[in-house]
């Protein structure tokens, strides 16, 4: 077993809830948040598209919703409303917070959905301020440099965070290894550096496959469940892994806002997770191996892979990166990542767009940067194409055209 999995599983916490024995985060993704199912006769886990369900307690109803409106727990019993939580939903979240060690998980409609909830949770209690470290997903830094939502940022190092924070500063928000060039900080001295301020992570890019932030200070953990828990390419999704009362402000905002998950939606996530380590381990080792072959080649300028691992890749070719893109066949050159499949863009152009040309640079995010996302793909099959298209791009720099055989189109 690879040793990055064999230490995630070592070091899975226990759970509360005292019918569950600990188990480790290979069995986790499997069987959490279908605990219930056999005892039911059940195996695939039901798909719940009610939008509303019948109560002839009206009493009852109403006490439920008073007591959702003060602490945004779920309500106990049979669901009300389908913007209140939906089944099929909640167990994608409880399998989740058991993946990453926290209290529970609220699911979005999308990763920015996501980060919405948590900027209006802070803003609704006056802390509009929030610390960040650039780079973030060029969207992520959009929605906070531009105050969409009424926030106001400051950008800063790590480094820097202590001196950052104001008695209104609401947030700390990270990312490791970043989007897109994977760069990563220590966790934990970040958090220590937060002190009482939630320090929000982006866990997008490790999964709790290969980092889980709260074991290192994070109060909340976010996902884009767009990209790895999903795992498809075929879901759009969000999801913020914390403790109880931060879910419940969560919950509360997602109620009054709407930024729900559809319930197939949380079908679909339940089942990528059951596969998640698998997919994160074998995407990996294929992603060490070419990001090791990528730094040897002379056509390579730089290549950025993570300390912790995991399945993707930013590079900078001596050719034009756009070649590059213009030039792979198998790989698929589309923005967004963790599906089965390969994808490479150019964060310039794409994912880093909407991001101020000057602040993007000097996030580090240079204008040849490629980021690939590795999937389950053969390694010799991805070389060759990669190959291929670092052939193209550097002959299009040495002003010869690419021969039409290399190319592979
Ligand atoms: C894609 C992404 C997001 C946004 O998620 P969506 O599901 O596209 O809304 C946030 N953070 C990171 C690191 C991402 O890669």
């Known amino acids: 077993m690879d040793p990055a999995i064999r230490e995630a599983n070592d070091r899975m916490p226990g759970y509360d809830e005292a019918r569950i024995a600990p188990r480790a985060l290979a069995t986790e993704a499997v069987h959490a948040g279908r605990d ?21 307690d009206s009493r009852g109803e109403a006490a439920r919703i008073d007591a959702f409106a003060t602490t945004g727990a779920e309500p106990d019993g049979p669901p009300v409303y389908g913007r209140l939580g939906n ?16 209290e529970a998980a609220v699911a979005f409609a999308s990763g920015m959905a996501a980060l919405s909830a948590v900027l209006l949770v802070r803003a609704s209690m006056g802390l509009r301020h929030v610390v960040a470290v650039r780079p973030l997903y060029g969207c992520s830094d959009h929605l906070l440099t531009a105050g969409l939502l009424g926030s106001e940022v400051t950008w800063t190092d790590p480094a820097g965070i202590e001196e950052a924070l104001r008695p209104d500063t609401g947030l700390v928000m990270v990312e490791s290894p970043a989007n897109p060039t994977l760069a990563e900080l220590d966790l934990r001295a970040v958090a220590h550096a937060c002190g009482s301020v939630p320090l929000l992570a982006d866990n997008t890019f ?19 469940a767009t990209k790895y828990l999903g795992g498809h390419g075929d879901v759009m999704a969000g999801v913020v892994a914390c403790d109880e009362e931060f879910a419940g402000r969560l919950r509360q905002v997602r109620f009054a806002t709407g930024g729900v998950l559809h319930p197939l939606a949380g079908y679909l996530l339940l089942r990528g997770l059951s596969t998640l380590p698998v997919r994160v381990r074998a995407a990996s ?10 730094a040897a080649d002379p056509r390579v300028a730089r290549v950025h892979y993570p300390r912790i691992g995991g399945a993707m890749i930013a590079f900078e070719v001596h050719g034009d990166p756009h070649e590059v893109i213009a030039g792979v066949d198998l790989i698929t050159p589309a923005v967004s990542l963790g599906s089965v499949d390969t994808l490479i863009q150019h964060p310039a152009s794409i994912s880093h767009r ?56």
């Open 36 to 56: 219930d199912l056999a005892r039911q006769g059940l195996h695939a886990p039901p798909i719940d598209l009610s939008t509303t369900y019948p109560s002839y």
């Open 87 to 102: 089944p099929t939903v909640a167990r994608f979240e409880t399998a989740l917070a058991r993946l990453e060690g926290t």
């Open 206 to 224: 490790a999964t709790p496959v290969l980092q889980r932030p709260a074991e290192q200070g994070a109060r909340l953990v976010l996902h884009s």
């Open 285 to 294: 080792a294929t992603a060490a191996e070419l990001a090791g072959r990528l």
């Open 354 to 409: 909407i991001v101020d040309a000057d602040d993007r640079r000097g996030a580090g995010v240079s204008d040849r940067l490629l980021r690939m996302s590795v999937g389950l793909e053969d390694v010799e099959d991805l070389w060759a194409d990669l190959d291929a298209a670092l052939e193209r791009a550097q002959g299009a720099t040495a002003g010869r055209g690419a021969p039409a055989a290399a190319v592979g189109n």
